[in-house]
């Protein structure tokens, strides 16, 4: 049974920064496309940052130079560094993951989902 379960969120000033964890069990990350992605009440699901097997990644326009997806392959678990963190930064946040290469669009609808955890960053 696959497994995907976050922590690290919590609350922080604008300015600040937090580490996203996702620990994984019944699958293996390192061939699998990494995602997270974020969402508030009401509003539909933001993609965050993406990453592949063959290590490339992709950054929403408003996280980039701010936020840094990773993967430590021996801990099986994939973190995103966020910081400068921003009030509109606040959401859930969700890892996911998908056998298909996130170039190949392993992203768009991935297979699995962690239970998301909250960031909150107040000004």
């Known amino acids: 049974q696959v497994q995907l379960a976050e922590s690290g969120g919590g609350s922080v000033q604008s300015g600040g920064s937090l580490r996203l964890s996702c620990a994984a069990s019944g699958v293996n990350l390192g061939i699998h496309c990494l995602a997270w992605y974020r969402q508030l009440p009401g509003k539909s699901r933001e993609g965050v940052a993406t990453?592949?097997?063959?290590?490339?990644?992709n950054y929403a326009n408003n996280v980039k130079g701010r936020f840094a997806i990773s993967l430590d392959t021996t801990e099986n678990t994939m973190y995103l560094q966020m910081n400068s963190l921003k009030p509109e930064d606040t959401a859930m946040y969700y890892c996911?993951?998908?056998?298909?290469?996130?170039?190949?669009?392993?992203?768009?609808?991935?297979?699995?989902w962690g239970q998301g955890t909250q960031v909150t960053v107040s000004s």
């Open positions: 990453l592949d097997p063959d290590g490339s990644t």
């Open positions: 996911a993951a998908d056998p298909i290469s996130c170039h190949s669009g392993g992203y768009v609808n991935p297979t699995y």
